[in-house]
């Protein structure tokens, strides 16, 4: 293949500088004549006990780098291709001390030649940024197409639909809240900006290689975007370069897999690969696995980085507890293997130490466990019936036999609302019988009948013989709300102390939220610590969820449609002053209190104690050895205290700017 590419001068004699390829053209063309993919099939055909998925097989290896190097069309620009411990690159090294990442605009942005070299050296995978909403506007995408807008804008409430746009992500706050997808568009405009400039649609491990040496060279801004479901912008970023691995979707079941620390069923789970689709895996296969409520989540991103919570964890603690090995692209572009055998340091940090932040996962193994059997129940308990005081006094009994419910592995996803409402919707408890689920929460139906309480939605069960039965029955059929732009979730981990010695206060606070007029949803949710159907806890989830046995979510107020950034801002201070502080004072971090990283305020004041606990300092000491130069950042990981979004005035902290060095 021969292409044509015109390009206009850059910036040429700092280029020099730096040692980087010099593009010798005024307005001219070069012709580059057939530069194959840059990926070879490897002769490795596992790791960690497990077959390669064939996206693994295909890696760009040292060969291929002097390929890059000798190839005439290639050779001036291998420089940027190049491994970290690689010759070609010595010379580029000192160019790290550049205050911010390299912008679109800035004189060092890689000229138009470079994207197209690496390109093709991708094998066609790189895709300019058009932003999702695009057709509603007038903009330099094209013009406005209101059929195109309106079929965007009704397809909004669903994820899968967001998952499957290249750059698209599910909280338009952090994009900047430019070119959203609406009918009514009067008054704002289509910008890119916080989407990032490129996203590469990964097919195979070479392409990941390539981009994080390209973007460890040139000085980009790097991202990854799963699903795009972070509800911190974490898979977001003006100006970068996008890994979005969507469509890794390799799922091996693996009856009888040998691997470190575990021997016995287990999954091996692409990158791009959503939490039903591994219950559909799981289930087809007669096994259970853990994984998010959420069934558009990703499993083997944000997720498993992240902890995941999950409805079994009563018996069977952490999804990441579960993780036996991880392969993973580290900023010094080599695929590396990680289990308790081979990197275990990094093996501790990628299990609840957070996503985008030590390297790129391709693939992750997780233990599956036996079918089992779980009784789903609903109700619903409000006003409409009881007067305020025998409202009040069932929901005490339900606080008071809110331990003894976790103590038997239930968990469970309830609204209070200010109004005021009990929803429980739902209830899950994994390994029950209706006769042994029935005799745990005797105490409060009785009491509710003792009492004349009546229930305005009755409490119904549901026996299942299998998690996925369970779960399609219960959230697997939710629309969970996403694309909302005009409100802040947060959350915070309460541990049981707060219920055995602190409980008056506790209860106090709780009343005290929903009765004016906040609500929360609240989890019975208290992941174990012992009994035979643990795994491995040496890991980074947060200290916090080895204490918690309530799980509250809350947000700030909602603002009107289109907010101004004054605005947001007022509701976001609200929301950690008013909203999240009384919950953070009743348990704080030196009781065993905290936050989920995943669910979090992006604006968490102290969000290293509270997200990571006592594990910073080991994390960071990890983060510095995987990772020196910091090609990876996401807002309030790891290591992230070191850089700023430069995004403005936008009323919270949005992936809208340059990302550069405090
Ligand atoms: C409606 C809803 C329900 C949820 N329910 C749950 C729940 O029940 N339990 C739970 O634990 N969490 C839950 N979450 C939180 C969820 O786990 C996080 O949002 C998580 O970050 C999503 O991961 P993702 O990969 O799908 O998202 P993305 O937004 O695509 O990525 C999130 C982060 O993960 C990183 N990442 C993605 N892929 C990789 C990779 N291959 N290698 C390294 N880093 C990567 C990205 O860099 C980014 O920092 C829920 C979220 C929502 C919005
Ligand atoms: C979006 O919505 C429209 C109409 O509701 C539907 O016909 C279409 O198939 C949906 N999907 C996509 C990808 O546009
Ligand atoms: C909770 O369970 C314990 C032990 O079974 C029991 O002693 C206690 O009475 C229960 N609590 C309530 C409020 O019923
Ligand atoms: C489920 O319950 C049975 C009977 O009580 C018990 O033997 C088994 O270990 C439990 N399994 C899990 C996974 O908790
Ligand atoms: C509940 O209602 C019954 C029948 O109306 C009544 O006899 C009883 O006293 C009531 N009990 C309470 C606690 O209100
Ligand atoms: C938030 O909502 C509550 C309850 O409606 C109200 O009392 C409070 O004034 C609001 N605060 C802000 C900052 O919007």
């Not at 466990?369 to 308990?381: E, F, G, I």
């Not at 109004?419 to 209706?434: E, G």
């Amino acid at each position: 293949m021969a292409i044509t590419i015109s390009f206009s001068r850059g910036a040429i004699s700092a280029l020099l500088l730096l040692g980087l390829p010099i593009v010798n053209a005024q307005s001219s063309s070069v012709v580059v004549a057939d530069v194959e993919p840059a990926a070879t099939a490897v002769s490795q055909t596992e790791a960690a006990g497990a077959p390669l998925q064939s996206a693994e097989t295909l890696q760009l290896t040292d060969e291929v780098v002097d390929r890059i190097v000798s190839d005439e069309a290639t050779s001036e620009y291998a420089a940027y291709f190049a491994f970290e411990d690689s010759a070609v690159s010595d010379e580029n090294r000192r160019r790290t001390t550049q205050s911010c990442k390299t912008f679109p605009g800035d004189w060092n942005w890689p000229a138009g030649i470079v994207w197209e070299i690496f390109d093709l050296l991708l094998g066609k995978a790189l895709i300019p940024t058009k932003p999702l909403g695009a057709p509603c506007y007038d903009s330099q995408w094209g013009k406005k197409d209101t059929a195109k807008c309106a079929n965007i804008v009704s397809n909004m409430t669903n994820a899968n639909f967001i998952s499957a746009d290249p750059t698209a992500n599910y909280w338009p706050i952090f994009q900047g809240r430019t070119c959203q997808p609406k009918s009514d568009t009067a008054g704002s405009k289509c910008t890119i900006g916080g989407y990032p400039e490129y996203a590469i649609s990964v097919r195979n491990v070479a392409q990941i290689q390539l981009a994080i040496n390209f973007a460890r060279v040139a000085n980009l801004r790097l991202v990854i975007k799963n699903t795009g479901h972070c509800y911190l912008g974490k898979s977001l970023g003006a100006g970068a370069l996008s890994l979005w691995t969507h469509n890794m979707k390799d799922i091996d079941f693996l009856p009888n897999y040998k691997g470190p620390g575990y021997s016995g069923p287990a999954l091996k789970l692409g990158a791009g690969v959503s939490v039903r689709e591994v219950y559909e895996a799981a289930e087809k296969n007669g096994v259970t696995v853990l994984g998010a409520v959420s069934w558009s989540v990703g499993y083997a991103g944000g997720m498993i980085t992240g902890g995941g919570q999950n409805p079994l964890a009563g018996i069977y603690g952490m999804a990441a507890d579960h993780v036996v090995a991880f392969q993973i692209v580290t900023a010094d572009g080599r695929l590396r293997t990680v289990s308790e055998d081979e990197n275990p340091d990094l093996f501790w940090a990628l299990r609840g130490g957070g996503g985008g932040t030590f390297g790129v996962i391709t693939s992750v193994i997780i233990r599956a466990h036996p079918k089992m059997n779980v009784v789903t129940a609903k109700w619903v308990l409000d006003t409409s019936n009881n007067n305020l005081e025998k409202y009040w006094m069932a929901v005490r009994k339900f606080y008071d036999e809110f331990l003894n419910w976790t103590d038997e592995g239930l968990y469970s996803f309830y609204i209070m609302w200010p109004t005021p409402q009990l929803s429980m919707n739902y209830m899950f408890a994994p390994n029950h019988t209706l006769e042994s689920y029935n005799k745990v929460v005797a105490p409060f139906f009785d009491f509710l009948k003792e009492n004349n309480v009546s229930l305005s939605t009755p409490h119904t069960t549901t026996a299942h013989n299998s998690f996925y039965s369970a779960y399609q029955s219960t959230w697997g059929g939710n629309n969970f709300p996403i694309g909302v732009d005009n409100s802040i979730p947060a959350n915070r981990l309460v541990p049981r102390r707060n219920f055995v010695e602190k409980y008056e206060e506790t209860y106090a606070l709780i009343k005290e939220h929903v009765s004016s007029g906040k609500h929360f949803l609240g989890y019975h949710n208290a992941p174990s610590n012992a009994g035979p159907h643990i795994a491995n806890q040496d890991n980074a989830v947060s200290p916090a969820w080895r204490e918690t046995v309530f799980f509250l979510v809350t947000s700030s107020n909602r603002s009107e449609p289109h907010a101004t950034p004054k605005d947001l801002a007022a509701r976001s201070k609200h929301l950690q002053e008013e909203i999240l502080q009384p919950w953070r004072d009743i348990s704080p971090v030196s009781e065993g209190g905290g936050t989920y990283l995943n669910e979090a305020a992006v604006d968490e004041a102290d969000w290293q104690e509270s997200f990571y606990g006592g594990y910073y300092p080991r994390l960071s000491e990890i983060k510095r050895k995987y990772d020196p130069n910091d090609v990876f950042y996401a807002v309030t990981a790891v290591g992230s205290e070191r850089w700023q979004v430069l995004d403005g005035e936008q009323g919270t902290q949005t992936q809208n700017g340059k990302l550069c060095r405090v």
